[in-house]
């Protein structure tokens, strides 16, 4: 995973059924997970790697950085629509909130049960998490005003 870099593709993309025929793909970024997110900007890409996340820039590939901090392994990515904030869920019952820009932990959420999914809410106001259990909690920030 470390100084992966993009492949230009060889191929087209075949489109299936239902899938618009302009579709192309365009980058190849070979060794990361299964597990990731794309920027809204499309210029970060989030990649899961057991506990820890990478931070991958999608046009060149180039690892940014990367968020450790979760004691088991994480299970799902989303980025915030400004791009800002990135969540996981992990199996060790947490949500955290990471930046991006600085890749410091901004919040630990507990959850009841492994997260197994998290997304964020369009305005980026809201979190929601679904655990192993079935169970999704739904969260909102709370603005403090001084």
Not at 17 to 34: A, D
Not at 46 to 51: E, H, K, L, Y
């Amino acid at each position: 995973m470390l100084g992966a870099s993009p492949i230009a593709p060889t191929q087209p993309v075949i489109s299936r059924l239902n899938t618009p025929l302009s579709w192309e793909c365009v980058h190849i970024i070979p060794g990361i997970s299964w597990k990731i997110a794309l920027s809204p900007k499309e210029d970060i890409l989030a990649s899961v790697a057991g506990r820890v996340i990478h931070l991958f820039s999608s046009t060149t590939g180039q690892l940014l950085r990367t968020l450790s901090g979760h004691s088991e392994r994480v299970n799902s990515v989303a980025i915030s629509s400004d791009g800002q904030m990135l969540a996981s869920g992990s199996d060790d019952k947490t949500i955290k909130l990471w930046s991006i820009a600085t890749g410091k932990e901004i919040y630990s959420l507990s959850h009841f049960n492994s997260v197994k999914s998290v997304a964020f809410t369009p305005n980026g106001d809201g979190l929601a998490a679904g655990d192993n259990s079935g169970n999704i909690k739904i969260w909102r920030s709370q603005l403090v005003v001084q």
